[in-house]
């Protein structure tokens, strides 16, 4: 079974531009968190989308958003990159939501660098 | 909302030796916690869940324990390999009112010497 999947993997921007990022979850899993990672913060909970609906959002502003496909795959934008936004972003996948405890499966990550 | 408190510095021990690492958290017992290990560059991998209503819980070397009244999960690894070198991280829901929201803890590294 294929695990976790994100695209891509690296990716360099400048301070207002802004960027998308792709998690394919594994097959059958309805439930994709998105996390971010950084040295000074560890790993912060973004959001949770489960079944194409967003059902749990962590304490970032609204330029962090997401959205999920009806084959479960998710796609996370930032939009007027800041310096601190500059971290790795990691997607987790799990059946049921994770809020159930369910086993959370995690993608390499892509590391984001803001100039 | 929850604050989950690791020890920042790294723990060295020797290979054969059992390794504890602490998880301390502050508020209300959550549900569950998690514990996860990350090895450099690569996201977490799922180790093991404890509920409240259990006191310990085993796989193969590894060992958890939850204590509601300290408020606080030990994490044993028995006769510790160098290959179990990484960070291990844990996790809990600091959602209140029926949201979910995963806290983690910023991790402990654990060095263990041939």
Redesign the interface.
């Known amino acids: 079974k294929a695990g ?1 999947t994100q695209t891509p993997r690296y990716l360099i921007k400048t301070r207002g531009q802004q960027v998308t990022l792709s998690c394919s979850p594994i097959s059958g899993h309805r439930s994709v ?1 998105w ?1 971010q990672q950084t040295p000074g913060q ?4 973004l959001f ?1 989308y489960f079944s194409e609906t967003q ?2 959002k ?1 304490n970032f502003p609204g330029r962090f958003s997401g959205r999920q496909f009806s084959n479960s795959r998710s796609e996370m934008n930032v939009s007027t990159l800041e310096l601190g936004d500059s971290a790795l972003y ?1 997607c ?1 996948s799990s059946f049921t ?3 159930e ?1 369910d ?7 892509t590391r984001l660098t803001v100039l | 909302s929850q604050k989950i408190e690791q020890n920042s510095e790294a723990l060295n021990i020797q290979e054969g030796k059992t390794a504890t690492l602490t998880c301390n958290y502050t508020n209300y017992s959550p549900a569950y916690l998690q514990w996860y290990r990350q090895d450099p560059g690569r996201g977490p991998v799922f180790l093991l869940l404890i509920r409240e209503n259990e006191k310990e819980k085993r796989k193969e070397r590894l060992k958890v324990t939850f204590d509601t009244t300290l408020k606080q999960s030990l994490f044993h690894i028995t006769a510790s390999q160098p290959a179990d070198s990484a960070t291990y991280l844990c996790a809990l829901d600091s959602g209140a009112g029926g949201s979910y929201i995963p806290t983690f803890g910023r991790g402990t590294s654990l060095i263990v010497h041939p």
Not at chain 1, 42 to 45: A, H, R, V
Not at chain 1, 103 to 109: I, K, L
């Open positions: 976790v968190s996390y560890g790993l912060q909970f949770e059902r749990n962590g990691l987790a939501t994770a809020g405890g086993e959370q499966f995690f993608g390499p990550g």
